[in-house]
């Protein structure tokens, strides 16, 4: 069970586990309150449905994203701004090999047609690319070749992650993400 907090953030905090963990489809309204100890009737007086909940979800990963960017920004330079944001991956490995990225799953699942989740999901991508553009142009990139470096960069360790889920193996991911370092230390 989700402990501490408002009976809200409990339901968002046991929806973003249970989601992540499990899958949105997966993921009952029941499962999400039992998860959080909060009656299920009462699931219905701060989210009207299940996608306004996914979209609860997806807005506190993009406030933990943009946090750590920002203490990223603050506390480092951009070529290891870069190397934190692949060491966050390694950092993350076990929970990336058995569940999957926490963008990427909410993406896939949620692309549907008519359905703005999947928009909203994706938003968070765009973030982290425009972001690591930001850092490949500070390394003295040209705008253009920034927004392919970034979208290589992304989606190199996009590919890593799922094939180490697939695979059940961190290894593909640990190895992935050595060899994306080593590129940005020789930039």
Known sequence: MV??????????QAADDLVYRNGYASATLADIAGAAGVPVGNVYY????????????????????????????????PRDRVLGFIAMSVDARRDLALSGCPIGSLCSELQKPGSPLGAEAGQL?????????????????????????????????????LLARALRSVDVLVDE????SAWIESL
Request: charged content about 30%; hydrophobic content about 40%; glycine content about 8%.
């Open 46 to 77: 701060y989210f009207r449905t299940k996608e306004s909940l996914a979209s609860a979800v997806i807005a506190t990963r993009g406030r933990v994203y943009a946090a750590r960017r920002d203490d990223w920004d603050r506390t480092l330079q």
């Open 125 to 161: 991508f765009c973030e982290w690319l425009d972001w690591l553009g930001a850092q490949f142009e500070a390394l003295g990139h040209s705008r253009r070749d920034a927004g392919a470096q970034s979208l290589h960069l992304l989606s190199r360790l996009q590919g890593a992650t």
């Open 177 to 180: 993400a050595a060899r994306a």
């Open 3 to 12: 402990a501490g907090g408002d009976k809200r953030t409990r339901l968002v």
